[in-house]
């Protein structure tokens, strides 16, 4: 798929903020970068340093100092999953030590020229957050330890939230691109999410991963029914795991996430969000993981990070900058509209059933209708992909998305002897997709073990078409041949289908991003009956 989870970051560049910073010659740097530096290098001083983790283990960072003597709020940033470990951060540091905080950025260990194993925030990893304040509250003495911050992005955004859950010195987190369960973003409806962890490891491919973790990702990786053990081992990673300590705590946490994120897939962190009681917000956005808020990496104006460091003033600085008016904001695909709700259930639609008709087999599709059509049924044979996949690769699809180039699909080519599909009639308005499509459909596998990957399209007149949302479904030790009911929650998704379109449901058995469970020749038949009706369910506000 990609080696890199950061395509466009420019390595190059942030290295030259880290030499400006260090010598305070600014003249390579792009004026308004050389304006930044120089505000950070006259309101802090910025240094190098080795920050001791657990069990010995030493980080690679850098530190910002506020030079006042007045006590000023810290923000500990821990990197991304990226070789370069903390520089990722030099532009966003910079600018947050100008702004008059001071600073720790820091390498997860196994990354960079940090020690230890990579732990894939582990109890290790969050130990390293609280030595990491320790740390912070031990050089700066004008540190202000009632004002401490976390700020992450991807992997930094998990060990952020997982240290705001032990430490109460933690008064705000900013979690950009997360996860809530490190389990189902890598097991969604028992399918094995293979591109995650393949893209994992090849964006580590220069990191020391642990005899741990990579058994983990081996377990993820061949596509076998998750143990115990593997459930334990994400469990231990995953915030939601934690959700009543980070209750308890009532720490303020900002969220940015990606409507087609296919690293951490949105439900997840949706239910994390919802299932919090503290001071929240959720920013949603076109694009895939980390993507939407790359720009502001580079040092560039991005909207994502100017609400996280808005997020970080009102809560540790006590700023009034309208952070906290509206609990959720969505960018909606294709026309970029943001959208402000005072919370999820005010931004979801209201549900809109279609039934399934058939025969959807032999090159003829079903039907989407809004009364049921029982008492058909066809069959699909497994073992052959159709166009209908996820994307065509984590990250690169999303940046194409931001650019208002979603991928094509050509419907007309997807074979319908292995992939069944259900073709609304044109719409006579816009259709406001908002929130979590679900399918009921009911089907009767041939083998024991089945994988099929449900997408909503959106087609166009010329019959091609845009993804609005998907996911993948694995039964495992069916009866063969006996009926059964797959109850399957889509990803949530906010977008716009323009009148003239049609919806379509397609249902197939491959996708190169997940591990199918199919035995060779095996096929599933899908029908509707009165005992059993199928049928899509999707908010449209």
Do not use: C
């Not at 992005?153 to 240290?163: A, E, K, P, R, W």
């Not at 919090?276 to 993507?291: C, E, F, N, Q």
């Amino acid at each position: 798929m990609t080696t890199s989870l950061y395509p466009e970051l420019d390595e190059a560049a942030l290295a030259q903020i880290v030499s400006a910073l260090e010598s305070g010659n600014t003249s390579g740097l792009a004026p308004a970068r050389a304006e930044e530096v120089t505000q950070a290098r006259t309101a802090a001083r910025f240094r190098l340093v080795r920050v001791p983790g657990a069990e010995g283990v030493e980080l690679d960072g850098a530190l910002w100092v506020q030079s006042g003597d007045t006590p000023a709020p810290v923000v500990v940033m821990p990197a991304p999953w990226a070789d370069l470990g903390w520089v990722a951060y030099a532009a966003q540091a910079t600018q947050l030590a100008a702004k008059g905080y001071n600073v720790l950025a820091y390498t997860p260990r196994g990354f960079g020229k940090s020690g230890g194993e990579v732990e894939v925030a582990g109890p290790l990893d969050v130990q390293d957050g609280t030595a990491a304040v320790d740390f912070v509250l031990e050089n700066l003495p004008a540190a202000d330890t009632n004002q401490i911050g976390f700020l992450g992005d991807s992997y930094g955004s998990g060990i952020s939230l997982l240290v705001a859950a032990v430490d109460p010195r933690v008064k705000a987190v900013g979690a950009l691109s997360t996860w809530g369960s490190l389990f189902e973003a890598f097991h969604e409806n028992d399918t094995a999410h293979t591109a995650s962890v393949d893209a994992l490891r090849g964006a580590a491919r220069n990191a020391r991963l642990s005899e741990r973790t990579e058994w983990a990702f081996d377990q993820v990786r061949n596509g076998e029914s998750p143990s115990d053990e593997l459930r334990e081992w994400a469990s231990e990673r995953s915030p939601l795991t934690y959700i009543d300590q980070l209750n308890q705590q009532n720490v303020p946490i900002f969220f940015a996430h990606a409507w087609h994120e296919t690293l951490f897939p949105v439900n997840q962190t949706l239910e994390l969000f919802e299932r919090l009681t503290t001071p929240k917000r959720l920013d949603l956005s076109i694009g895939d993981h980390s993507s939407p808020e790359m720009t502001g990496l580079i040092g560039l104006p991005n909207r994502i990070w100017t609400d996280a460091h808005h997020w970080l003033g009102h809560h540790l600085k006590g700023e009034t900058n309208g952070i906290t008016e509206s609990q959720v904001v969505s960018e909606i695909m294709w026309g970029k509209a943001l959208e402000s709700h005072q919370d999820w259930y005010s931004a979801v639609g209201a549900p809109a059933g279609f039934h399934l008709t058939g025969p959807a087999a032999g090159g003829v599709d079903g039907g989407l209708a809004d009364k049921p059509a029982n008492g058909w049924s066809t069959t699909v044979s497994t073992g052959t992909d159709t166009p209908a996949t996820v994307a065509d690769a984590i990250i690169k699809t999303g940046y194409a998305e931001m650019l208002g180039k979603p991928k094509t699909y050509p419907t007309g080519q997807i074979d319908r002897t292995h992939a069944a599909v259900w073709t609304g009639e044109p719409l006579t308005e816009t259709a406001k997709v908002r929130g979590t499509p679900s399918l009921r459909l009911a089907f009767q596998p041939s083998a024991a073990d089945t994988t099929f990957i449900a997408y909503l399209f959106d087609a166009a007149p010329d019959n091609s078409a845009s993804i609005i949302t998907h996911a993948p479904f694995t039964v495992r030790g069916a009866t063969p041949g006996e009926p059964a009911v797959a109850d399957i929650r889509l990803q949530a998704a906010g977008y716009d289908a323009p009148a003239g379109h049609r919806l379509m449901l397609v249902v197939d058995t491959e996708d190169p991003f997940y591990r199918d469970a199919n035995e060779a020749g095996s096929a599933i038949t899908f029908s509707s009956t009165e005992g059993s009706p199928s049928r899509l369910e999707i908010p449209l506000a």
